[in-house]
């Protein structure tokens, strides 16, 4: 069963302007990890923030920021003040309890448009 | 600099013959893991290694084959009983156990089989 849901292939911002990606998630451990990368057309992936299931805070990176809702199982990216550089697509992923392997969402595609 | 090296970048091979991607990491980490990213698509995990000597299948091992002789090495062999090798593959570490812990990863290593 899919673990990470992105239910938006590609969206689209124009720049200056903020977005929200989503994701969803299934398990059943009460411990586990979100996680958000950057990929962009080079292919390296840049880690970008990270949210615990028992941070009570949504986690917050500059610009970006996670909202994270626990009994929706949902955390989204949310980016302020987009820039033309933010263009990339965008992964969500997850730690469950100890086990040591991280899975990953299909991804976002974001375009920034000037 | 620490950080994770993937060799080559590109990768032509004649269908039918295996090959050996390279992943080495000075970052000391005791975690390493293999992904494979179809175009448009999110990562999916080939193996990954707690430790040395140690490795598990992922979600899409059929067809590929690891080592872990030492705690900086971890290359992945596509063999000929993959039937779809093409795609963009990608190595990442990480320092271990927990769900905090973040993922580090290489600049990928692109294969083409003709």
């Known amino acids: 069963a899919q673990k990470i849901t992105q239910t938006q292939p590609g969206m689209f911002v124009q720049e200056k302007e903020a977005v929200t990606l989503d994701c969803t998630y299934d398990?059943?451990?009460?411990?586990?990890?979100l996680f958000w990368y950057k990929q962009p057309s080079s292919g390296e992936m840049i880690f970008l923030i990270y949210q615990g299931s028992y941070d009570e805070q949504n986690a917050t990176e500059g610009r970006y920021s996670l909202n994270f809702q626990k009994a929706r199982k949902s955390a989204n990216l949310v980016i302020s003040a987009s820039q033309l550089g933010d263009s990339a697509m965008y992964f969500c992923?997850?730690?469950?309890?100890?086990?040591?392997?991280?899975?990953f969402g299909a991804g976002t595609r974001l375009t920034v448009k000037p | 600099d620490g950080g994770i090296t993937q060799s080559p970048k590109y990768l032509f091979r004649k269908e039918g013959q295996n090959v050996t991607l390279s992943c080495e990491q000075n970052?000391?980490?005791?975690?390493m893991y293999w992904y494979r990213q179809d175009p448009g698509q999110g990562l999916r995990l080939i193996y990954y290694?707690?430790?040395?000597?140690?490795?598990q299948k992922g979600d899409i091992a059929e067809g590929y084959s690891v080592s872990r002789e030492k705690k900086e090495s971890f290359p992945l062999t596509v063999t000929s009983a993959q039937k779809n090798p093409t795609a963009f593959y990608l190595c990442a570490s990480s320092i271990g156990q927990g769900v905090g812990t973040e993922a580090f990863f290489g600049q990928g290593t692109r294969l083409t089989v003709v």
């Open positions: 970052l000391n980490h005791d975690a």
């Open positions: 398990t059943s451990d009460q411990s586990y990890g």
């Open positions: 290694s707690q430790i040395v000597n140690d490795f």
């Open positions: 992923a997850m730690r469950e309890g100890y086990n040591n392997d991280m899975r």
